[in-house]
C-alpha cells in the first residue's frame, strides 16, 4: 500500500428521486478498474443501488460501529486512488476542488489494501467510525464540505512516459562563436541575497501551531447517546498501525473511473425507499470458530 500527491477531486451526482430499490449489487465490490467494497467491523456490508439510477451505492450505517474500505486493482498496471469521505481526503484530512490537488494511494498491479481510517503518518491511522454528524471529523475541524455521508473514489492511470531525445554533454565548454555569447566573468554568479526570507514553519506562532497540531487529538473522546433522528456522519477512531511509504507515481489528468457511495442510518435508507436486509445477524460458525460463547446462562428445561 502506498501513496503520493495527486491532483483531482471527484464531483458526485446529487440524489434523486426515491423508486423502490432491491437488495442488489450484494456482498461484492463495485468498480470495474478497482474492486471498492465496505467492510463494518470485519465484516463485509451489503451494498444497495440507488434507486433512481445514478449509479451510486448505499451501505447501512450503524451509530459506533467502525468501517474501513478494501480497495482491489483489478489490472495489470499500477493505479492510483484518489478517496474522499465526507468531503474530506482520507490522506490529508483537507477537503478537496476540482483541479486543487490531493493525495492519493497507489495500487500494485492485482494488488489489495484495506483503508481503515483518516491517515495521522506513514505508520498509523485513526479508525473510521460510524458517528452523528455533529460528532464527526469534518464537522469538528471545522471544514464540513457539503458531503457528509459521501464515500467517493476516482480512480486514475498512470501517465505514459515521454521519450525525450538526449544529447550528452561535451567533455569540454564549446568555442565561441558557436556558443551564443561571449563568456564574462561573473556572469552566472548567483544572486545577491536581498534581504528577504521565506516563511519559517517553525517561527509561527506557538498558539497557531498548538491549535493547528491538536485540533483533532480531542475527536476520540466517546459522545454521548444522540437522538434517534440524527444523520451519520464520520468520526475520528481509535488509533490503529497501518504502515505505508511514499513512491512515484504520475496520474493522468483525469479520473478513469469514479465509485460514490453513500451510507445512511436504516430509518433513512427506507425513507429512501432501500429496505436493508437484516444481515447483522449472528454468525455462529464464525463464533464457534473463535470460541467466542459469551456469559454463563440458565440452561432453558
Known amino acids: ?21 432491491s437488495a442488489q449489487g450484494g456482498y461484492g465490490g463495485v ?6 467494497s465496505l467492510e463494518v467491523d470485519g465484516r463485509v456490508a451489503p451494498l444497495y443501488p440507488a434507486p433512481d439510477g445514478s449509479g451510486r451505492y448505499y451501505v447501512e450505517a ?43 494511494y497507489v495500487l500494485a498491479p492485482w494488488d489489495e489494501t484495506v483503508v481503515q481510517g ?14 452523528d454528524e455533529d460528532r464527526s471529523y469534518a464537522v469538528r475541524s471545522g471544514k464540513p464540505a457539503g458531503r457528509l455521508g459521501w464515500i467517493e473514489v476516482e480512480v486514475y492511470r498512470e501517465r505514459a512516459p515521454i521519450a525525450r531525445p538526449y544529447w550528452p554533454r561535451p567533455p569540454y565548454p564549446p568555442y565561441w562563436p ?40 480531542s475527536y476520540g473522546q466517546r459522545a454521548p447517546a444522540p437522538p434517534a433522528s440524527a444523520y451519520p456522519g464520520t468520526g475520528w477512531g481509535p488509533h ?19 465509485v460514490t457511495l ?20 449472528r454468525d455462529r460458525l464464525r463464533e464457534r470458530e473463535r470460541g467466542e460463547y459469551g456469559f454463563a446462562k440458565s440452561p432453558a428445561y
Do not use: H, Q
Open 240 to 258: 490503529a498501525d497501518d504502515p505505508v511509504r511514499i513512491v512515484s507515481f504520475d496520474p493522468e489528468p483525469s479520473a478513469a473511473e469514479r
Open 31 to 36: 468498480g470495474s478498474l478497482v474492486s471498492v
Open 62 to 104: 450503524w451509530r459506533g460501529s467502525r468501517y474501513a474500505l478494501r480497495l482491489s486493482n483489478r489490472t495489470g498496471l499500477r493505479l492510483g486512488v484518489l478517496l474522499t469521505v465526507d468531503g474530506l481526503n482520507v490522506i490529508s484530512g483537507e477537503p478537496g476542488a476540482p483541479g486543487a490537488g490531493g493525495r492519493m
Open 178 to 217: 558557436y556558443d551564443r555569447e561571449p563568456r564574462e566573468e561573473g556572469r552566472d554568479a548567483p544572486p545577491m541575497d536581498d534581504g528577504k526570507a521565506e516563511s519559517d514553519p517553525a517561527a509561527e506562532a506557538p498558539s497557531a501551531r498548538a491549535k493547528r497540531e491538536g485540533e483533532v487529538e
Open 118 to 131: 483518516w491517515r495521522t503518518s506513514l505508520d498509523s491511522v485513526r479508525r473510521f467510525t460510524f458517528v
Open 1 to 21: 500500500m502506498r501513496l503520493r500527491l495527486a491532483a483531482s477531486w471527484l464531483l458526485a451526482a446529487a440524489v434523486g428521486g426515491c423508486a423502490p430499490a
Open 262 to 281: 453513500r451510507y445512511e442510518y436504516a430509518a433513512a435508507l427506507r425513507a429512501l425507499g432501500i429496505y436493508p436486509r437484516p444481515w447483522w445477524a
